[in-house]
């Protein structure tokens, strides 16, 4: 079993920043790719960041230049720096992690959520 433990979340001010942490734990062979998505209320599910084995990152459009995706490989943890945010930040964040265990081939797992919210 992988699981994904989500930290870092909370109330920030615009204009201020946060860093989420994202663990993985469990019979883990290879990360294949870790990602950040985030949903905020009343609308869909997006894509906010990804970074691949070989250390690629993307980015959406509306966080390029403030958000930083990074990893410690040998915590197997993802990292997720939110700088200059927004009120249109404000959204439950959730780690993706494309994880191969010893006993077969790639797939997706998910933290639990993490609540962070932008606001005066």
């Known amino acids: 079993q992988v699981q994904l433990v989500e930290s870092g979340g909370g109330l920030v001010q615009p204009g201020g920043s946060l860093r989420l942490s994202c663990a993985a734990s469990g019979s883990i062979f290879n990360i294949n790719a870790m990602r950040w998505y985030r949903q905020a209320l009343g609308k869909q599910r997006e894509l906010v960041a990804s970074?691949?084995?070989?250390?690629?990152?993307n980015y959406a459009d509306s966080v390029k230049g403030r958000f930083t995706i990074s990893r410690d490989i040998a915590k197997n943890t993802v990292y997720l720096q939110m700088n200059t945010l927004k009120p249109e930040d404000t959204a439950v964040y959730y780690c993706n992690g494309f994880i191969q265990t010893p006993f077969g081939a790639p797939m997706n797992y998910w933290g639990q959520g993490t609540q962070v919210t932008v606001s005066s």
């Open positions: 970074i691949t084995n070989g250390g690629i990152t």
